[in-house]
């Protein structure tokens, strides 16, 4: 009983991985095996004609068939209406880009007033705008009832995407390891529906680094 509530718990909650560079895709992959690819988006750029492939650290090949992706420039338009009251975000983009991954954010919510839990997990080793994200969630808890939690992972493995004449790869080039941590609360559901575990190792951090007198969370 309890891993059937799980599972429709996990069913729930949509899934939007930002950005299609060799970690987004490569996480993308991971999600798809553990949760439901009805769930489960990408944002990106552009996207690619040739076939995607993907290669994990013992050369075992998949084929990513991503079913349900948006460019980032028609979102406003395209981004559907869900009817899931809980979203998690992977931002997979270069850290100078984390307040337009936001900007994002802010489309997909203001399209989906019904979200109540909002969470969103940076997915790169740079510093973020403690200021800016602050009132970020400031103004998600005041001006729409929602709940907002930040996370951030540090990323140790390394992710290659090399373009090929028939295919595009990605690789994981060093590891599975992963450090993570959070933006004063957590979320109020296990860590289990937001970090895909099959492959990827994940370990929790308390450690904070310093940006002026303030804490940025790692």
Same mark, same amino acid.
């Given at each position: ?5 799980? =599972? ?7 899934? *939007? ?7 987004? %895709?490569?996480?993308? =992959? ?5 949760? &439901? ?6 944002? /990106? ?15 075992? *090949? @998949?084929?990513?068939? $991503? &079913? #349900? ?5 028609? %979102? +406003? ?5 869900? /009817?899931?009251?809980? !979203? ?6 270069? $850290?100078?880009? /984390? ?6 954010? +802010? ?21 973020? @705008? ?9 103004? @998600? #808890? ?14 140790? /493995? ?9 295919? !595009? %790869?990605?690789?994981?080039? #060093?590891?599975? +390891? ?9 979320? $109020? ?26 804490? *940025?969370?790692?």
């Amino acid at each position: 009983m309890f891993l059937r509530r799980q =599972h429709l718990q996990s069913r729930n909650m949509q899934r *939007v991985v930002i950005g299609a560079g060799a970690l987004g %895709l490569f996480l993308y =992959h991971c999600l798809e095996q553990e949760y &439901s690819q009805k769930t489960l988006k990408i944002i /990106s750029n552009s996207w690619f004609q040739k076939p995607i492939m993907i290669e994990s650290l013992d050369k075992h *090949v @998949d084929q990513l068939n $991503p &079913s #349900s992706y948006f460019l980032a420039e028609n %979102l +406003e338009k395209t981004f559907p209406l869900l /009817s899931e009251k809980t !979203i998690i975000f992977y931002i997979c983009l270069p $850290p100078e880009a /984390s307040l337009t991954a936001l900007n994002y954010i +802010e489309i997909i919510l203001n399209k989906n007033p019904q979200i109540k839990t909002n969470v969103i997990l940076f997915m790169n080793n740079g510093i973020l @705008d403690y200021q800016y994200l602050t009132q970020f969630i400031k103004k @998600d #808890s005041l001006h729409r009832c929602r709940e907002t939690y930040c996370m951030r992972a540090l990323v140790v /493995s390394g992710f290659m995407r090399t373009f090929l004449d028939n295919k !595009i %790869l990605i690789q994981n080039t #060093s590891g599975k +390891e992963i450090y993570y941590g959070f933006f004063k609360n957590k979320p $109020p559901f296990s860590i289990n529906f937001i970090l895909p575990k099959n492959y990827l190792t994940w370990h929790y951090s308390k450690k904070y680094l310093c940006y002026g007198n303030r804490e *940025v969370f790692c």
